[in-house]
């Protein structure tokens, strides 16, 4: 009898690990939702009303690391922020409209989170 239930404990577990797996999957792509960068494709072209105030700091920051952006970052995208990725995009061979599309984020090796409802 110790063994049956030994068993049965094994093969419950056995059998509830691709589920679990399943659900982790699941719980991320709700964490991310539909306003994850990675969800939106190709035509995602994020600006100032798009990011939060943490994503604009990371931009900010490698751009400033790169010597495109003047200043140390302030997680507020103002006329320089769109310069300095204006002149990223044109400086390397990417399409020069200062927003962010996936190429330049891709180009640039940095991850965001859009927060704006209008990329679902």
């Known amino acids: 009898m110790k063994r049956l239930l030994s068993v049965l404990a094994v093969s419950a577990v056995i059998c509830a690990a691709p589920l679990a797996a399943a ?6 792509d709700r964490m991310a939702g539909a306003n994850h960068v990675s969800s939106m494709g190709a035509k995602l072209k ?28 302030d997680g507020v995208w103002g006329a320089k922020t769109t310069a300095a990725i204006r002149k990223y ?11 962010l599309d996936q190429k330049t984020l891709s180009h640039m090796g940095v991850e965001v989170n859009a927060v704006a409802d209008n990329h679902k």
């Open 23 to 28: 659900k982790a999957q699941h719980l991320h």
């Open 46 to 73: 994020l600006g100032a009303k798009d990011l939060n105030g943490y994503d604009v700091r990371k931009i900010q920051k490698k751009l400033y690391e790169k010597g495109y952006y003047p200043e140390p970052a």
């Open 89 to 99: 995009q044109k400086m390397n061979g990417l399409s020069a409209h200062g927003l």
